[in-house]
């Protein structure tokens, strides 16, 4: 699924927080987000399966279409949007109460959906194996989601996304919260991922948007209190080597000290 | 000890000035007015104990005569507990829902600018002194529900609730339920709403992520979340159902029995009720009578509240 962004401005009720992006992202590829704290660059993500708007005040405008569907057309219900544009955010948030089996069943069972058992065995086998995390919870699938270590808990949320089946797959510092090797361990499945998904990843560390994505794009700011704006959109292999924007490349080189 | 016999400490520094400091005032003349709080409202309780104690302990046996025709005290505290908790019951299920339901509309449905009045409105409810509430049960609620008690007793009748004479004039536990309902739903509508509006958002944004509705994203997130609150909020709006006299004694009719018929003219008596309509006319005898029953009534209400903690402890230690 291919997304294309034109001319999109975010608001926070009269704050507009990111302003004028345009964007096309590839299907079945990965795309980073980088740039400095407070660009918008979760902002922006969010609006991509519409769960901006449930900050009380907060709107988009432009035009984002997925698969050359209108997300925001007046027809369309966000509910579908995001059953077809899964998320993973910062801090690992598997549901409390619910065990690892239904933590992965969550997004199945909604809508009020009937799943027999031998088929419900399945979706969670396959997407606790499409999230690499299966060899270590098969054994305690009734246990709470929540007994199991940070990076373990993402990948739990990484399988409960992919559980439904969504076209796109959206990412918001994913690793931030985890240490060395589980961050290996979730940007090879992003690697794996990406054969099924369209994948775009919200990252601080460059390395990791080097080693992982296909594009860059880099947001920032004009000034303090202005509106973050896209910077620079390119294959990820020149935004490293040979960036249009000598912003951008400040921005890479500085980081990279 | 003095500082100067003291061959460890340096004369130039004060270890308690430099340490506890100064700044700590305020958190000592808090920290007093807490603890005098806390104890004060420790030995009032005790003090109620004791005094239900003395003055009612003689009241478990005196003169056949003095037990409202029951017999004895056991014969008279049984059908008033019974109906004590029955009103108190009946007052919960009429009230969770609503509660729960108008909660969740201040706390997720509705936008701010109409939440706010409605759970202001609701607080005020809770402000309504409980006189007022019986009167308007008495006068205006009950003979207006009177065709319901009928319709209720012709087709509902294979119910034991409604399996009976409906009451003419509306005056029966039926009505007063609906208005101790509406008593204790501003205490559970509050803390509902509170918990409710706890809810992490990240909980809340894992369900909405998932392609959840509104009302499958509180399902998700925010039932399992506040799940012991409410059983909290729950039990504060029973504590205050079993302890509501007002309401009852001057709305139903009681008689002292047992019967789970609520739309008759003969309505089983609570407790608080009992002690409301009874003390005017006491003989000494009569009043201990009902002030043991009146200790009954608070060792139930503490045994209550008691086992309500331990669900709400459990519920957070799984
Ligand atoms: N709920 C909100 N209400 C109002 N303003 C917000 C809200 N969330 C974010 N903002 C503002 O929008 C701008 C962009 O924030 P955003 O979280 O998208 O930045 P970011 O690029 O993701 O930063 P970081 O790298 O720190 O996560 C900031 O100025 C922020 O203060
Ligand atoms: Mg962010």
């Known amino acids: 699924m291919s997304i294309q962004v034109k001319d999109a401005s975010i608001f926070y009720g009269d704050f507009k927080a990111v302003e004028d992006v345009s964007m096309s992202i590839k299907p079945k590829s990965v795309t980073a987000f980088i740039g400095p704290s407070g660009c918008g660059k979760s902002t922006f993500l969010r609006t991509l399966n519409r769960m901006h708007e449930v900050i009380p005040g907060a709107y988009v405008e432009g035009k984002i279409q997925i698969a050359g569907q209108d997300i925001y057309g007046p027809n369309v219900d966000p509910v579908a949007v995001r059953r077809k544009v899964g998320m993973v955010f910062q801090r690992p948030n598997p549901f409390p109460t619910m065990s690892i089996y239904d933590n992965v069943l969550a997004g199945n069972k909604l809508n009020s959906k009937r799943i027999k058992k031998p088929e419900a065995d399945a979706i969670v086998e396959k997407a606790l194996r499409g999230a690499n995390l299966w060899n270590e919870v098969k054994d305690r699938l009734g246990k709470p989601g929540m007994g199991l270590s940070g990076g373990q808990q993402q990948r739990l949320c990484i399988a409960r996304a992919i559980a439904v089946q969504p076209e796109v797959l959206l990412m918001d510092e994913p690793c931030s919260a985890l240490d060395p090797i589980s961050t290996a361990a979730i940007e090879d499945l992003i690697h794996e991922l990406k054969s099924d998904y369209t994948i775009v990843i919200v990252t601080h560390n460059m390395q990791q948007a080097a080693r992982v994505s296909d594009d860059t794009g880099f947001f920032n700011l004009k000034a303090a209190g202005q509106p973050g704006h896209l910077v620079e959109f390119n294959p990820t292999k020149q935004m490293f080597t040979n960036p249009d924007n000598p912003d951008t490349e400040a921005y890479i080189s500085g980081r990279f000290g | ?318």
């Open chain 2, 1 to 318: 000890m003095t500082v100067a016999a003291d061959p460890g400490a340096d004369p130039g520094v004060d270890p308690k000035s430099e340490l506890s400091g100064r700044g700590s005032v305020g958190d000592v003349v808090f920290r007093g007015l807490a603890v005098t709080a806390a104890s004060l409202i420790l030995v009032a309780l005790a003090a109620v104990f004791i005094f239900l104690g003395i003055e009612g302990i003689p009241g478990f046996n005196v003169d056949e005569q003095h037990y409202a025709g029951q017999g004895s005290f056991m014969g008279l505290v049984v059908p008033l507990l019974f109906a004590t908790m029955y009103a108190a019951v009946l007052a919960l299920i009429i009230a969770v829902p609503f509660s729960v339901a108008i909660a969740l509309f201040i706390s997720h449905y509705a936008p701010r600018r109409i939440a706010v009045p409605v759970a202001y409105v609701i607080d005020l409810l809770a402000a309504v002194p409980s006189v007022v509430f019986g009167l308007w049960g008495a006068v205006a609620l009950g003979p207006y529900l009177v065709p319901a008690h009928a319709w209720l007793a012709k087709n509902l009748a294979w119910l034991p609730f409604f399996d009976g004479q409906p009451s003419g004039n509306g005056r029966t536990l039926f009505t007063a339920s609906i208005v101790l309902a509406v008593m204790i739903l501003p205490i559970i509508t509050s803390i509902c709403r509170e918990v409710f509006a706890q809810t992490p958002r990240l909980h809340e944004e894992a369900a909405l992520a998932l392609g959840a509705t509104r009302w499958e994203m509180i399902r998700y997130a925010v039932f399992p979340y506040a799940r012991s609150g409410m059983v909290s909020a729950v039990m504060l709006g029973l504590g205050r159902a079993l302890g509501e006299t007002m309401a009852i004694a001057m709305i139903a009719s009681p008689k002292v029995l047992i019967s789970l018929f609520i739309v008759g003219t003969n309505n089983p008596q609570t407790i608080a009720a009992h002690i409301a309509q009874g003390y005017k006319e006491s003989t000494p005898d009569r009043l201990s009578v009902l002030i043991a029953t009146g200790l009954v009534l608070f060792a139930f209400t503490f045994l209550v509240n008691a086992l309500a903690r331990w669900i709400v402890a459990r519920g957070r230690a799984k």
